[in-house]
């Protein structure tokens, strides 16, 4: 790797069990939902290889099967010891490129975040679950012994495949968590009482693990830095648990996570909402704490000049990153290279979390819609022999990416956007609370399409006969999309426009600054996350805003962590909330007054200060020019809200599927 770096400290080597690594960079680990049968696929180690190939020095698996008890899970199986060749494969394709590779050992416990509960949870205590108020059949202590034999075995099992060693995931929440936290844990016994007894599991893993895998295989350990919930683990008890499971020398790492399998899940994946590097009051004073076993800072790191500048201050010895190797496996080469500017930021949108929790797919990102492709890391499109003339109608990420993709490959591209502005929707995003980190997309684009020779022309809408008198091979359309009036809104209502859609709203709330008198009522039938992020910004502006769903509640079109987040700040700033309801229009409407129906039972709901009334909506596609263009003989490819309205991880895929398609 080319060392033209100022981050001369994050690429130091450093030793782990004897093991080198190359530097101070490992990768979190990260469910990617790419093993559905319980084997080893070929994705699964394209993914881990890719992070290798990009320069991470360490990366730690998603969970693995383990336990028996596990043999339903879609991870690996481990302790089946049936995908040897699987496994060594794995460990080669990593291994080889110079990176450590480790298994995770994790149980969800009593923990789940699906609808229902699960009646085969293990736990220390008869104590529901804070998400889905599962009841965990206690474990007995010959139980436990049985996991950790079980456990070592597998371990041992990943080490003669080639593994360089294991992470404990103590935190988020999970079993071992579980036992650690006075929360969960009120047995009595050995493994409950006080801090070494809810430490004993880990301890005894630990122990077992080290007999059956030796001093050179590495031992990491994840443990909860601040789990939010109270009588639990904040950092102070996080100091007391570092204490007791590193007195003994025996791990290799520790690494510090936030939250709970609880309404504070959304502290482990923290999100843009909140500031960076988050997690770092505690991981400073929790280094103290762990006799002298090397710091790996994680949470939220996303730059480089971040992760040197902990490790410089001596802050930590390591540096974990999930989201942001998810979003751009070079980052480590880019950055070791001098090519920062080159790499594709995480956003901390958790819209990967959405894909593997919400959508059951393989882990994606919107800011790399290759996640996983054997040609993902460092991408360069290949050229085409046919170059064309390409016309991109639209200048947001679906437009932006299909013309990066399509002018690298060495066509003639022109994209027109109708805004004087780069990014559309998205650009609007970025002007909502938490949307700082949304302009790295089209940032990113906008590079690397001009850098291509791609022209970008803005604030032109251009009609069809202009499109076609360009003569194009093929056009991409991205004109986005327009949401639909709710039924509820009167049709000559709907022509007057002055019950604006939550867009049009924005663009012109957001032109003041000052505080407007009144409520504004905002009718939500989209429930994703720009809408309450929307709701914020009305709310600075307006008295009150009241959010209007005929849904039971909001957001549900959003995954938990992130809808956690939305469902405290709705609440933090007392934004009202009428649930299973719908306006009812009528003439006192223009002076001010709206009544709120039930759906159910009628039930009426008056505001009598009307300000602002406004609707989020599904929305239809801005596909007009596709009839003209196409009866002209010219292909046309809709990409992003023009194909399908949906959210930007939609956009960027359709726009780079499209890039790569011409
Ligand atoms: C999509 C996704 C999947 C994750 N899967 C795991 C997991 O399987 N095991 C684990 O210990 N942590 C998991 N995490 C948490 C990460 O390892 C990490 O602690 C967290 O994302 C904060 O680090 P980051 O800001 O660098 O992403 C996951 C996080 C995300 C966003």
Known sequence: MPQTT?????????????????????????????????????????????????????????????MHHQAGLPRVQVWRGDDADGLKRFAEAVESQDCRLLGQIQDAGRGRHYPGRNPEAIGPSALPDDLSWTVPRALTTADIKALIEQIAASASHLKACGFSGVEI???????????????????????????????????ELVIALRAACGSDFIIGLKLPGDDGMPASIGPAEAGIIGDL??????????CFAGGAHARTLEMHTPDRFGPPIPYMHFIKELRHRLNGVPLMALGRITDPAEADGILTRDEASLIALGRPLVADPAWPRKAAGGRTWDIRYCLS??????????????????????????????????????????????????GLEAAWVAAARGHDVTVFGASNVIGGKAWLRGRLPGGETVSSIYDYQTVAARRAGAHIILGRRVAAAEIIALRPDTVILATGSTMIPPDWLPAAVRAEGWVPDLRTALIETLRFTGRQAGTTVLFDTDHTEATYAAAEALQARFDRVMIVTPRETIATDVQLVTRQGILRRIAQQRIGLVTLAEPRWNDAC????????????????????????????????????????????????PVGDARAPQEMLFATASGHAAGEAV
């Open 349 to 398: 949108c958790n819209t990967c979390w959405g894909a593997i929790v919400m959508m059951h797919m393989p882990i994606a990102c919107v800011n790399n819609p290759r996640v996983g492709r054997p040609d993902e890391v460092d991408f360069a499109p290949p050229r085409t022999d046919t170059p064309k003339r390409v016309v991109v109608v639209g200048a947001g990420i679906a």
């Open 245 to 254: 499971l590193t007195r003994k020398r025996n791990v290799d790492y520790v």
């Open 6 to 66: 100022d981050y001369t400290v994050l690429f130091t080597p450093f030793e782990l069990a004897g093991k080198r690594l190359r530097n101070r960079i490992a990768h979190a680990s990260m469910t990617t939902l790419s093993t559905p049968v319980g084997r080893v696929t070929e994705r699964l180690i394209q993914y881990h290889a890719n992070r290798a190939v990009g320069g991470a020095a360490l990366t730690v698996t998603e969970p693995l099967g383990m």
């Open 590 to 637: 223009a002076e001010g007054r709206l009544d709120i129906v039930n759906i159910y039972n009628g039930d009426v709901c008056a505001i009598d200060d009307l300000a602002l009334l406004t609707y989020a909506t599904p929305r239809t596609p801005d596909d007009a020019l596709t009839i003209p263009l196409r009866a002209a003989g010219i292909p046309v490819i």
């Open 169 to 203: 995931s103590a935190g988020h929440g999970h079993l071992f968590h579980q036992f650690l936290s006075p929360w969960s844990n009120r047995r009595t016994d050995e493994y409950g009482g006080d801090w070494e007894g809810r430490t004993r599991f880990v301890a």
